[in-house]
């Protein structure tokens, strides 16, 4: 008798100690750091898509229904989804082994850095040189990551377009970053004229406006390493198989997941972590429909390269007045909607885009 009871006390101890420790899963679930969070959550997604992927129900790069100016299934333009299905991860996945072999060799340059021999000092000399390591090895990574398609690919990355489209490619993005200064130099020159008249001077348009430092030329080369891969290789090949608008959003989406490995700290929350992803998003998705619009407009990518790199010099550069995120997304954003509400990427993808359909029918059934 007494050991039956034993055995129901055990059994009861054991269950209610499986009834708390479910009640306590939540917040132990909380309590991992938004990091070990978002990557258990992104693991259980992945296995989702795989398990859906082997049975049949998804493909690579994701399903959705094709152009109709394009039917892959009967016309393969390039190497199939399974070149996509490697291409993109690979992009995605190794980039912190590439930032990891970028920094140790980095140091070199600095060790064999000498005064008098070098005409630069010590930290401009570093951030040059590290720039130019990060561009050879991210072109060498995306090569690497194209196959047998970079002997394609590459020599149309090296056409030179018209003057008009490299001169759009500095003006359209140095004149995003001019917006926000010239609104609050009116808005305080305004406030000076009605409070401060001959009391103090106005304000001085160099305390508002600023350009980069001239070695910030220097991510121009990472931009063109980018760009062989984003502009070069993957958006002609997404355009082809599901239209302009959405081959250009998903090169978008892909662009914007091979900066996560640079976003994120351990000490971010929640919050911060996904106002980071809404961030990332939307100004790269922005961002986007511009460069393609220079891609296809000029048959080139030098275009875009340069105006990517010239976005980058203003967002890290030292400026007087730095343009906030709230309002640099939607000057992008109208940026966008104008040159292709107003000069629409129309024929042949020549140069970038060869042996594509037609823009015009892609945008149709994009």
């Not at 016309?75 to 996945?93: H, K, N, S």
């Not at 348009?205 to 062989?228: K, R, T």
Request: net charge neutral; charged share 10%; aromatic share 16%.
């Amino acid at each position: 008798m007494e050991s039956g009871l034993g055995s129901h006390s055990l059994f009861s101890s054991y269950t209610s100690q499986a009834v708390a420790s479910l009640r306590d899963l939540p917040s132990f679930f909380m309590d991992l750091g938004p990091g070990l969070r978002f990557s258990l959550t992104g693991l259980l997604m992945v296995a989702i898509f795989t398990f859906l992927l082997w049975t049949g129900r998804a493909t690579l790069p994701m399903r959705l229904s094709l152009s109709p100016a394009q039917n892959i299934a009967e016309q393969p333009t390039d190497g199939g989804p399974w070149d996509l299905a490697v291409f993109v991860p690979v992009m995605i996945g190794l980039v912190p082994l590439l930032h990891l072999i970028e920094g140790l060799t980095t140091v070199v340059p600095f060790v064999l850095w000498r005064p008098g021999l070098i005409p630069i000092g010590p930290s401009a000399w570093f951030v040059a040189m590290s720039s130019v390591v990060d561009a050879l090895f991210l072109a060498a990574f995306v090569l690497v990551a194209m196959g047998k398609e970079r002997k394609e690919v590459f020599p149309r990355c090296l056409r030179l377009p018209k003057a008009q489209y490299l001169g759009l490619a500095v003006l359209l993005p140095a004149a995003v970053f001019q917006v926000w200064p010239t609104l609050s130099y009116l808005r305080d020159r305004i406030a000076w004229a009605h409070m401060d008249w001959g009391l103090s001077y106005p304000p001085q348009l160099h305390d508002y406006f600023g350009l980069p430092q001239p070695n910030a030329v220097m991510y121009l080369l990472a931009a063109f390493a980018e760009e062989i891969a984003w502009r070069g290789y993957l958006q002609p090949r997404f355009i082809r198989r599901y239209g302009l608008w959405r081959g250009v959003f998903l090169v978008g989406f892909v662009w914007a997941a091979f900066h996560f490995s640079t976003d994120f700290r351990f000490n971010m929350s929640d919050d911060q972590v996904f106002i980071q992803m809404a961030y990332r998003f939307s100004w790269i998705v922005s961002f986007s429909y511009f460069l393609p619009w220079l891609t296809i407009r000029s048959g080139s990518i030098l275009p875009c390269t340069i105006a990517h790199g010239v976005y980058n010099m203003f967002v890290l550069a030292e400026l007087p007045s730095r343009t906030p995120s709230w309002i640099l997304v939607p000057l992008l954003a109208l940026l966008s909607y104008v040159v292709f509400r107003f000069w629409p990427p129309v024929g042949p993808c020549e140069g970038a885009y060869p042996d594509s359909p037609d823009v015009t029918q892609a945008a149709a059934s994009g």
